[in-house]
């Protein structure tokens, strides 16, 4: 018995980047469920929003967009951001009649018959023309591996699993990470450890004054750039800097901010700088907690039987198509990592695929 359900677009996530693709698919004449479907394995609305922690209220993120065609207006400031986020998400799913299936896991595409992908899933199978890719990055946090680290016996968490800063009172702390997640969570943890220690791979860069468009523009090219040349995406920070606002400046006066280079390994009791003193080597921290803020990767597996990846270890896009089949779209990868990235890219997209889907019927 043949059990797949035909469709000509799939939308995978309905975090900004799928809400937008779903949005521009419907306002261009798509039909949910009889035209496209969106699938999504979170069990609320609101993306990866609704896992961040709530010390990260809304009015601690900057420059979040709204969505097309409904904005978010007059938000609580001292809410989390996964309430309000969820919340609007919600309303637009509403407001546009989305019909977001979830939860709905994809498991696998596959390269199916007649020119056409099969979706699998925990909810049977879809055969689509089009793939729009839009799972982003929080279910694959990036943990470095360092020597001794099995051995450690304190806690080790990764930022995708911080619930606040009470529970570090009267514990020593090593904070791994120089993007916003790793400055953020260590000044707020601060106040409550016994003891703070930053460590960072490369000296932070931090940026004076407010990060305008111009700015915006020629951090996306350089990403954009890597995409290209099927190099794996890199952080937004390391093209951006990390703003010098008030909060930063308290901490680097307050000494919390004191940046250590990275350790060379990992005790039972802390971390280790190898090498001579001289140079800054042969120290011992001593910690109960390692809390690795060391970001993210695209969460692409369920792509893998594709085989899209690239030598360089990225997936090649041109836009957001993918050039080794146009078939899909990645939004919200790379470049599109923002949400006002997510909202062009999910445009770009859906122009790109009613082009496709015009000039190419499916064989019967
Ligand atoms: C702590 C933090 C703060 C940030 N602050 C800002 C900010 O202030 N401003 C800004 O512009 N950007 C910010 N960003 C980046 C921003 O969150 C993202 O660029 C954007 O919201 C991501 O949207 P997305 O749709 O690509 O991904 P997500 O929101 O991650 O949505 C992806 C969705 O896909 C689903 N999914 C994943 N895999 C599958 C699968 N196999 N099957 C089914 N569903 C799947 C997930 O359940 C999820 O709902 C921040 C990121 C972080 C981590």
Redesign the pocket.
């Known amino acids: 018995m043949n059990n797949e359900r035909e469709v000509e677009a799939v939308v995978?996530?309905?975090?900004?980047?799928?809400?937008?693709s779903a949005y521009h698919l419907r306002r261009t004449g798509f039909e949910p469920d009889r035209d496209f479907v969106v699938?999504?394995?979170?069990p609320a609305p609101?993306?990866?929003?609704?896992f961040?922690?709530p010390s990260?209220t809304y009015g601690?993120?900057?420059?979040?967009?709204s969505l097309p065609g409904m904005e978010l207006t007059d938000a609580d400031p001292a809410r989390p951001?996964a309430e309000v986020i969820g919340a609007y998400f919600d309303s637009y799913e509403r407001m546009f009649d989305l019909r977001v299936r979830?939860?709905?896991?994809?498991?696998a595409v596959r390269e199916g018959a007649a020119g056409r992908l099969l979706v699998e899933?925990s909810d049977g199978t879809w055969a689509t023309r089009a793939l729009i890719n839009?799972?982003?990055?929080?279910?694959r946090p990036f943990w470095p591996r360092y020597p001794g680290q099995e051995t450690f016996r304190g806690r080790q968490l990764h930022?995708a699993r911080y619930a606040g800063p009470e529970e570090f009172a009267g514990q020593r702390v090593v904070v791994v990470g120089g993007g916003?997640?790793g400055t953020?969570l260590l000044l707020e943890i601060a106040p409550y450890a016994a003891a703070t220690t930053w460590v960072t791979r490369r000296p932070p860069v931090f940026r004076e004054g407010p990060f305008d468009e111009g700015a915006g523009r020629a951090a996306v090219a350089l990403v954009e750039e890597r995409v290209h040349q099927g190099l794996p995406p890199r952080s937004?920070v390391s093209v951006t800097g990390l703003p010098l606002n008030d909060a930063i400046r308290q901490g680097l006066r307050d000494g919390v901010l004191d940046r250590q280079p990275m350790f060379d390994r990992i005790t039972p009791d802390g971390v280790e700088w190898l090498g001579s003193p001289g140079l800054g080597g042969g120290r011992h921290v001593e910690a109960d907690v390692i809390l690795w803020a060391t970001?993210?990767r695209a969460?692409l597996?369920?792509l893998a039987p594709l085989r899209l990846r690239e030598p360089g270890g990225g997936i090649r896009v041109e836009g957001t198509r993918v050039v080794a089949d146009p078939r899909i779209h990645l939004?919200?990868?790379g470049p599109?990592?923002?949400?006002?990235?997510?909202n062009r890219a999910g445009r770009a997209a859906v122009r790109d695929i009613r082009r496709l889907l015009a000039a190419e019927p499916v064989a019967a």
């Not at 699938?39 to 979170?42: A, C, F, I, P």
């Not at 609101?46 to 609704?50: F, L, P, R, T, V």
């Not at 601690?60 to 967009?65: E, F, S, Y």
């Not at 979830?102 to 498991?107: L, S, T, Y």
């Open positions: 995978t996530g309905a975090g900004q980047a799928g809400l937008s699938l999504d394995h979170s609101g993306g990866a929003w609704q961040r922690w990260l601690k993120v900057h420059g979040m967009h951001s979830r939860p709905v896991d994809v498991r899933t839009a799972s982003g990055t929080w279910d930022t916003a997640s953020q937004v970001g993210f969460a597996d369920h939004v919200g990868y599109s990592a923002s949400t006002i990235g997510a």
